[in-house]
């Protein structure tokens, strides 16, 4: 048997080591508490539940669904960007459900990449950017997201030949892993920038509704000619809290996303139709879950970022995304110190370098476990002096 060689060019998992000390402190019965996925711990509204049961008996959504998704749900989505971004799209050519938005971040690669070709990708960045790419047989490109800049990439360093080989830049607001957000100045000058270099931007937008202190998060969709040179994706995972259900949507340029559709319709057979169902039941049903969950992400965030900061892990208070990126001491490596958080006080985070290297020096914790385990949590980084160690 020969595997083929491009899955020689993914980077090594490099969790596998984090994963296996949890799994060994489990074992001599510790009680270690993960911080470290970004899957959110409340239920899905029960509303939306009911629907998906309902449709589930139905024998016509037993069979296959067309991978264009129901036109029901099409221009659901399209009447949900309009009440929530004042966007408008064409729900016949400018909106696709996807299976989950992970899977259209990584199909989407297969629509621009030829071999040896590059794509713009934020470092540190949700993985699938730079691993479609790698997959497709293309070469990301890091733009580096530094603090300084807000964690906003710097479109001016991007030498501007590697500009002109790019065939896609991604980017992502609010952003996982740094929580940082972007407005609408950023998303034109990334339009203006991708007409200057003739490529396509892929914006990834599904922490939008996770917000905090008031905070509204634009859509890339609101801005003008944003719908020339790119689409974005979304995703019901994080919002409805739909993780496991898996649906998103891209939305946005009808080349870009026929694209998408024709790689898709030969590859998968769409989202099941119970689960469309269920998915314009969410988006039209309603949405008062969204700001009491949005309180609890809130609470547990002051609490946590408020406890790094006094132990002297400088965090930012992020007002969006479920996830606290916070610097660590120069002195340590972000794995050699996520390792120390698990052995000293059994505390799983994510290192930085999973993100990309930009991601070295930080560490992510995520919100989305039970009050009670963060208060815990919160409570054993308190009393840990590390720096005596
Ligand atoms: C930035 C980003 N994009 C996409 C996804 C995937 O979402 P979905 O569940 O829709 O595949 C995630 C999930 O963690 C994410 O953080």
Redesign the pocket.
């Known amino acids: 048997m020969k595997l083929a060689r491009r899955l020689d060019r993914l980077p090594p998992y490099l969790f596998v080591e984090v994963n296996r000390r949890i799994a060994e402190l489990r074992a001599k019965g510790k009680d270690v508490i993960d911080f470290g996925i ?1 899957d959110p711990d409340l239920p899905t509204p029960s509303h939306i539940i009911e629907r998906l049961c309902r449709a589930a008996h139905d024998p016509a959504n037993h069979r296959y669904p067309e991978t264009d998704g129901l036109p029901e749900l099409r221009r659901t989505i399209a009447e949900w960007y309009k009440k929530r971004f004042g966007a408008t799209l064409n729900p016949a050519k400018e909106v696709l459900p996807l299976v ?4 259209g ?1 990584g199909h989407m690669a297969l629509c621009f990449i030829e071999p040896g070709d590059l794509a713009l990708v934020p470092d540190p960045g ?1 993985p ?1 950017f730079s691993l479609g790419t790698i997959l497709a047989g293309g070469e990301p490109y890091s733009m580096p997201l530094k603090e300084e800049n807000d964690f906003l990439p710097d479109f001016e360093a991007i030498p501007g030949d590697i500009a002109d080989r790019a065939r896609l830049m991604w980017l ?1 607001y609010p952003n ?1 892993p740094t929580g940082a957000i972007a407005d609408l100045g950023f998303f034109e000058k990334a339009v203006h920038f991708a007409r200057r270099h003739s490529l396509a931007i892929c914006h ?1 937008a ?2 939008t509704e996770v917000t905090f202190d008031g905070y509204r998060a634009p859509s890339f969709m609101q801005t003008p000619g944003a719908k020339d040179v790119g689409v974005e ?1 979304h ?4 919002t409805y809290h739909m ?1 496991g259900w ?1 649906i ?1 949507m891209v939305v946005g340029n009808t080349d870009m996303v026929n694209a998408l559709s024709r790689v898709k319709s030969n590859l998968d057979s769409g989202v099941p139709q119970a689960i469309q169902y269920a998915a314009v039941e969410a988006l039209r049903g309603s949405q008062e879950h969204i700001a009491k969950h949005n309180v609890v992400f809130q609470r547990r965030r002051d609490k946590l970022v408020t406890v790094l900061n006094e132990v002297g892990l400088k965090a930012r208070m992020p007002k969006a995304t479920f996830y606290v990126w916070a610097k660590i001491p120069p002195d340590y490596t972000s794995m050699e110190f996520a390792k120390k958080l698990l052995d000293e006080v059994a505390i799983a985070v994510t290192p930085g370098t999973g993100y990309g290297k930009e991601g070295e020096g930080y560490i992510r914790f995520s919100l989305t476990i039970s009050d009670d385990r963060l208060e815990e949590g919160v409570n054993r980084l308190s009393s840990w002096h590390w720096r005596r160690r």
């Open positions: 970004g989950g938005s992970k899977e971040i949700y699938p992502n996982n990834d599904p922490y994706f995703s019901l995972s994080k993780t898996r998103g």
